[in-house]
């Protein structure tokens, strides 16, 4: 939130969707998708942190793969409105 990346390819910080010539052709249905789907999950619940993890103890160490993720997932869970 607040950087300014371009995710399209030109900044190698992030290249989700790969770059150059065989960058992901469905950038920009993927793009909106993930901004779609994501703001429907926030409107529709509110969302609360698993058992005995509080936001202070949550953990943000990484793990390197294929892809960069969080080494423990995070368990948010969806309470009805
Ligand atoms: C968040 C969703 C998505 C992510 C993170 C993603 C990511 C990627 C990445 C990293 C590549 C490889 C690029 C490269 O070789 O440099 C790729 C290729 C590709 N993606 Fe996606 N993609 C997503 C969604 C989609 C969607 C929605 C479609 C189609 C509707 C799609 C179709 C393709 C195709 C056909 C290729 C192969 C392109 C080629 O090899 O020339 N992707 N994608």
């Given amino acids: 939130m ?20 065989r960058i992901c052709p469905g950038l920009p249905t993927a793009h909106r998708m993930v901004h779609l789907t994501l703001g429907a999950l926030i409107h529709s619940f509110d969302w609360k942190l698993d058992k005995g993890i509080t936001p202070e ?23 009805q409105i």
Avoid: C, N
């Fill in 57 to 79: 103890s949550m953990s943000m160490v990484d793990k390197l793969g294929f892809t960069l993720r969080k080494a423990q997932f995070l368990q948010a869970v969806p309470i």
């Fill in 2 to 21: 607040g950087s300014h990346i371009d995710i399209k390819g030109r900044e190698f910080e992030l290249i989700a969707f790969g770059a150059g010539r």
